[in-house]
C-alpha cells in the first residue's frame, strides 16, 4: 500500500472517529429525566402571557366586549345576537331552538347570559345568540 492511498484512508476515517469520541464523551440523557434548570420559572401574569391566546379566565371574561353583529367576523358568520333573528329560510344550518348556550364551541357557564367563544377570539356572544357555525352541544 502506498503512502499516498495511506494518508487518503487516514483522512477519510478520521472525522468518524472524532464524532465518535465527542458523542461517547458526552454526558448522556435520560428519556424521562426532567430537564436540569437553575432558575426556577416564573409563574405566567397576564403581563407575559402570548396575545395570541385569550385569557378566558371568569374573571377576565366579565371584562370582554360583546361581539357586534357588525363586527366584520360577525357578518362572515351571519353571527346574531338573539336567535330569534336568524332567518331560516336564508340560512338551512339554522333549526329552531339552536342557540350559543348549546352549541359545542360556547365557552360561558350555564345560566349566563354571555359567554366567551374561540371563534371571536376576545370577545362574549350572547348565550341565546346564533352563528353558521353553529354546531350541536354533544
Ligand atoms: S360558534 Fe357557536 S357559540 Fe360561537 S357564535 Fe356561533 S353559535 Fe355561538
Redesign the pocket.
Same mark, same amino acid.
Given at each position: 500500500m502506498t503512502s499516498l492511498a495511506t494518508r487518503r484512508r487516514f483522512m477519510v476515517t478520521t472525522p468518524f472517529f472524532v464524532v465518535a469520541l465527542v458523542a461517547a464523551c458526552s454526558p448522556k440523557s435520560e428519556p424521562n429525566a426532567p430537564m436540569a434548570s437553575t432558575t426556577p420559572m416564573p409563574p405566567p401574569t397576564p403581563a407575559t402571557m402570548p396575545d395570541a391566546v385569550p385569557n378566558t379566565s371568569p374573571t377576565a371574561t366579565a371584562k370582554l366586549p360583546m361581539v357586534d353583529e357588525k363586527d366584520a367576523q360577525a357578518v362572515a +358568520?351571519n /353571527?346574531v345576537d338573539n336567535s330569534a333573528k336568524a332567518d331560516a329560510k336564508k340560512f338551512k344550518a339554522y333549526t329552531a331552538g339552536s342557540q $350559543?348556550s348549546g $352549541?359545542a +364551541? /360556547?365557552q360561558g357557564k350555564a345560566g349566563e347570559s354571555a359567554g366567551p $367563544?374561540p371563534?371571536?377570539a376576545g370577545k362574549m =356572544?350572547t348565550a341565546i345568540? *346564533?352563528?353558521s357555525? *353553529? =354546531?350541536k352541544k354533544a
Open positions: +358568520l /353571527y $350559543c $352549541c +364551541l /360556547y $367563544c371563534l371571536f =356572544v345568540g *346564533w352563528c357555525s *353553529w =354546531v
